[in-house]
């Protein structure tokens, strides 16, 4: 979880909705009734629980942190709105892929920039998604703002992109999201057939 950007109690969500709408985003990139939806580096559950209300009953989705305390949390509210589509994993992106091709959408909420090793993590990412599925990177932009982490820590749009494209997805689209972040979206890469 990105402690620039997840939220862990309900007041910390009230302001960050001031300035990112996740209903919005996840409608955008594609998240709908049936979908399967990973969200990798959950932290509180600013994505995954509306993913949850989202993708309903006959979807799932599936959240990862190693931030144990915001799991229970997000359980506990998961419990209380009745959302039993929602599994949700501690442990470190890294070393864990969540499933074997389940995933229409593999989910980076200002995540990426955070973690220890970003390639591993994208080849977990691989391993998760559909053939048809989409890798959405939600990211701070690399400019000085008030919010986010140091600049030093931060991905340029450029460095999300190759380090993506080197994990072997093919991009999509790039486009700002909102004031600080852009949002890159990437498929899997088509094998070169040799005739």
């Known amino acids: 979880m990105s402690q620039y950007a997840g939220p862990r109690h309900q007041a910390d969500d009230r302001e960050r909705r001031r300035w990112q709408n996740p209903e919005a985003i996840l409608a955008d990139i ?29 979807g799932k989705v599936y ?6 305390p915001s ?37 980076f909420g200002i995540a990426l920039h955070d973690f220890n090793d970003p390639a591993r993590v994208l080849v977990n990412a691989r391993k998760m998604l559909k053939p048809a599925g989409h890798l959405v990177d939600l990211d701070w932009k690399k400019e000085p703002m008030k919010l986010g982490p140091p600049l030093s820590k931060r ?8 380090l993506i494209e080197v994990a ?28």
Do not use: W
């Not at 959240?63 to 144990?68: A, K, S």
């Not at 599994?87 to 070393?95: F, N």
């Not at 991905?155 to 190759?162: K, L, N, Q």
């Open 155 to 162: 991905f340029a749009e450029g460095d999300a992109v190759r």
């Open 71 to 107: 799991l229970r949390e997000m359980r506990e509210l998961a419990d209380k709105e009745g959302l039993r589509n929602l599994a949700l994993t501690a442990g470190k992106a890294e070393e864990v892929a969540l499933c074997q091709a389940c995933a229409d959408l593999v989910f």
């Open 63 to 68: 959240g990862i942190d190693v931030d144990e």
């Open 168 to 195: 072997g997805f093919s991009i999509e689209t790039i486009e700002d999201s909102g004031s600080y972040h852009y949002l890159v979206i990437a498929r899997l890469a088509q094998p070169v057939a040799f005739v």
């Open 30 to 58: 594609g998240v709908k009734p049936g979908s399967t939806f990973i969200d990798v580096g959950c932290g509180g559950g600013f994505f995954t629980l509306p993913a949850a209300r989202m993708v309903g009953a006959g």
